[in-house]
């Protein structure tokens, strides 16, 4: 069965609110890695992820390895924040990169 | 420190066309993806290469795509012949397999069959 389970698979924010997008997997897990792309453009990372919280910005990711999940959080959401996000996970089981099916976020004026 | 470099950034083909992307993964990374990208679909893996040896290919796109490691530094993927289905963006990534290893990702290879 499928690995990743990224939720929700689509998002709509008013601007100025907040949004938590979720990572589960199934599998053991060397490392975890979030990307964005904005509509028409490339992947982009923003955390490296393995284990514990990280910040950059309005953007929070925490990894909890035991019970098998990540979160991106995005504060204070703006309208360039729309696009997708995806998550990565390196698998200590099959030793294979694995992605969500992404979150497609739009965020409203 | 370069990055993941993919050529050319766009092409157009006509149906039955062959055509050939490229990808010249991180210096030093051993483990290699071609991925195809669709809205509808979203990230779907074509195939993966470890040390240039193929570790798995994408089942549903084998019998018109090849995806070929020649050398370490370079990788091809061939479409042959070509469908308007097929139009995508079709993305490389690679990373350095170890425990814990970041993914990178070039900006990818927009096809548009006609």
């Known amino acids: 069965g499928q690995q990743v389970q990224q939720s929700p698979a689509s998002l709509v924010l008013q601007e100025g609110e907040n949004a938590e997008l979720q990572c589960n997997f199934s599998?053991?897990?060397?490392?975890m890695q979030w990307f964005y792309q904005r509509p028409g453009g490339s992947l982009v990372s923003l955390f490296y992820n393995p284990s514990g919280t990280k910040h950059s910005g309005r953007l929070t990711s925490t990894t909890v390895i035991k019970e098998r999940r990540s979160s991106l959080h995005i504060s204070s959401s703006q309208t360039t924040d729309s696009g997708t996000y995806l998550c990565?996970?390196?698998?200590?089981?099959?030793?294979?990169?694995?992605f969500g099916t992404g979150t497609r976020l739009q965020v409203l004026p | 420190d370069a990055g993941v470099t993919q050529t050319p950034r766009h092409e157009v083909a006509e149906k039955g066309q062959t055509i050939i992307l490229k990808c010249e993964p991180v210096s030093g990374h051993n483990d290699l993806f071609w991925y195809r990208q669709t809205k509808i679909q979203g990230l779907e893996l074509l195939s993966y290469f470890r040390s240039k040896s193929l570790m798995e290919d994408g089942g549903a796109f084998k019998d018109r795509f090849k995806a070929e490691m020649l050398n370490s530094s370079f990788s091809t993927l061939k479409i042959q012949p070509t469908e308007p289905k097929d139009s995508a963006v079709y993305l490389c990534?690679?990373?350095?397999?170890?425990?814990?290893?970041?993914?990178?990702f070039g900006k990818g290879t927009r096809l548009t069959v006609v």
């Open positions: 599998t053991s897990l060397n490392s």
């Open positions: 990565a996970l390196d698998s200590s089981n099959t030793n294979k990169v694995v």
């Open positions: 990534a690679s990373s350095h397999h170890r425990e814990g290893t970041e993914v990178f």
